[in-house]
C-alpha cells in the first residue's frame, strides 16, 4: 500500500518529469521515500540524485531533460542544441551545456556532459525554453546556435559550423538578420558574412 507521502511524492515526480532528490525537503518530503518507491520499482534511479517514473515515455532527448534539472543555469548548447533542431544527423555522445565562467563544469554520472563558457550578452542572449518530459529545459534557438557553432568551431569542427549554417539559410529556420544579429553578439560577424554571402 502507498503511503500519503509515496502519492505525494509520486504526483511531485508526475509533475516534474525528472526529479532531483534535493527537491525533496522543499517539499518535507523523507529522502527514504525515495527508496522505498524504488523498492516497490514505482520509482527509478537514472543518475546520481536523479529520479524518474519508470512507465514514463522516454522521449528523444531524454538526456536534455536530464541536464537540465542536474543543471539549471545552464543552457543547451552547440551539437546538442544543433541536434535538438533537426540542424544535423550526427547525436552527440554528451549532452553540451553553456555556463557563465567561474561555474564549475558538473561530473555527473548520467548524463555525460561537455562544457563551454560563456559570458555576458553572449550567455544570456537567444535562449528559449522548450519543454522535454515535464521539464523547462533552456537551449539556444537556431540562429544563435549556429553562431555559437562559429564562435566554437575549434571545438566541434569549421565542417559543422558550416553545415549548419547551410542547412539552416535551405531550410529558411531564420532569418539572414537574425544570424547577423547573433554573430554580432559572438563576435563572428567577420567570420560568418563571408560563408553566408557563398551560400546565399
Not at 85 to 90: A, I
Not at 136 to 163: H, L, S
Request: hydrophobic share 45%; glycine share 6%; charged share 20%.
Amino acid at each position: 500500500m502507498t503511503s500519503p507521502k509515496e502519492q505525494e511524492l509520486l504526483a511531485l515526480v508526475e509533475q516534474q518529469g525528472i526529479l532531483r532528490a534535493r527537491q525533496l525537503a522543499d517539499h518535507g518530503i523523507a529522502r527514504v521515500y525515495l527508496q522505498r518507491l524504488m523498492d516497490k520499482g514505482e520509482l527509478e534511479r537514472i543518475g546520481r540524485g536523479l529520479y524518474r517514473n519508470p512507465q514514463a515515455e522516454v522521449s528523444l532527448h531524454h538526456s536534455l531533460a536530464a541536464a537540465a534539472q542536474r543543471t539549471p543555469e545552464a543552457v543547451v548548447c552547440l551539437l546538442s542544441a544543433l541536434a535538438f533542431h533537426e540542424l544535423t544527423t550526427q547525436l552527440p555522445h554528451a549532452v553540451w551545456l553553456a555556463l557563465p565562467p567561474g561555474r564549475a563544469a558538473p561530473q555527473p554520472d548520467y548524463p555525460p556532459i561537455q562544457v563551454i563558457h560563456v559570458s555576458g550578452r553572449a550567455f544570456q542572449a537567444g535562449v528559449e525554453e522548450h519543454p522535454i518530459e515535464g521539464v523547462a529545459v533552456p537551449i539556444y534557438g537556431v540562429a544563435k546556435t549556429v553562431a555559437d557553432c562559429f564562435k566554437f568551431r575549434n571545438r566541434i569542427g569549421v565542417d559543422v559550423a558550416v553545415e549548419s549554417l547551410r542547412q539552416c539559410l535551405a531550410e529558411r529556420r531564420c532569418t539572414v538578420d537574425e544570424l547577423l544579429h547573433y554573430a554580432a553578439i559572438c563576435r563572428m560577424t567577420k567570420v560568418m558574412r563571408p560563408y553566408m554571402e557563398a551560400l546565399l
